[in-house]
């Protein structure tokens, strides 16, 4: 388990949560932007992990020592409800919500329909990864009953916001490389969809979390800094 800089990942105090990754390897979503790798994918090479998957409970038993509450995001580098992940190790981490209910935990995954299959613990919040209009109908939150957000992140097109009633928090962010954002005439998010994005949130009353990046290629975007699970609905962090 470590700090993290994710800005949306928060500690009650607004110091930074964490992450812990308890499986590891090569992810099969193969994500590929314009060229662009997942930034977990470039990671991993850096640093030369292995593919394979691989099982780190000690991981779980970080979280379980930490008595402080923190806001952990569990599985920053591997999408943990992939279909190819069995579900004992799935479940090992589920039961970790329930035992360790003074924390908050962040799951994001791009294979929702996952969640149904387990009895998760109130202290999570349900993410799911949205690049573009046509990945909309992976969103079955009227099944979840459960704190959930949506990652545009990136964004890479014109989105019309689905179930609008059952979403409780949504995350905007630019294709980046190296950590910096790229143009939109090199593929990356268009101000447009960004302002659209907002604008359907706010019309719904959902709380919107806009990413630095995108600020740093329009910084006239309206300023959205919301972290519910804090009870941050709008403003700065």
């Not at 447009?192 to 709380?207: R, T």
Request: aromatic share 10%; charged share 25%.
């Amino acid at each position: 388990m470590n700090k993290t800089k994710i800005e949306w990942c928060k500690n009650q105090d607004l110091t930074n949560g964490f992450t812990s990754n308890p499986i590891k390897g090569k992810c099969h979503h193969n994500c590929i932007w314009h060229g662009v790798e997942c930034y977990a994918e470039t990671i991993r090479k850096r640093y030369g992990w292995s593919a394979c998957l691989a099982w780190h409970p000690q991981e779980l038993e970080a979280i379980r020592k930490r008595k402080k509450p923190a806001t952990i995001f569990v599985g920053s580098m591997y999408d943990i409800f992939g279909d190819w992940v069995d579900r004992e190790l799935i479940q090992s981490i589920i039961n970790m919500t329930h035992k360790e209910r003074r924390h908050t935990i962040l799951f994001l995954t791009k294979n929702p329909k996952r969640y149904t299959g387990f009895r998760i613990a109130r202290n999570a919040w349900l993410g799911i990864t949205i690049t573009k209009s046509e990945e909309n109908n992976k969103m079955i939150y009227s099944s979840f009953n459960h704190n959930n957000f949506v990652s545009y992140e990136p964004l890479l097109g014109e989105i019309k916001v689905h179930d609008s009633g059952l979403i409780n928090w949504v995350i905007i962010g630019s294709l980046n490389k190296a950590g910096k954002p790229i143009s939109p005439e090199k593929g990356g998010t268009r101000k447009e969809w960004a302002l659209s994005l907002i604008e359907q949130a706010d019309k719904y009353n959902i709380p919107v979390f806009v990413k630095s990046e995108l600020y740093q290629l329009y910084p006239d975007l309206p300023m959205r800094k919301a972290i519910p699970y804090l009870g941050i609905e709008r403003g700065r962090v």
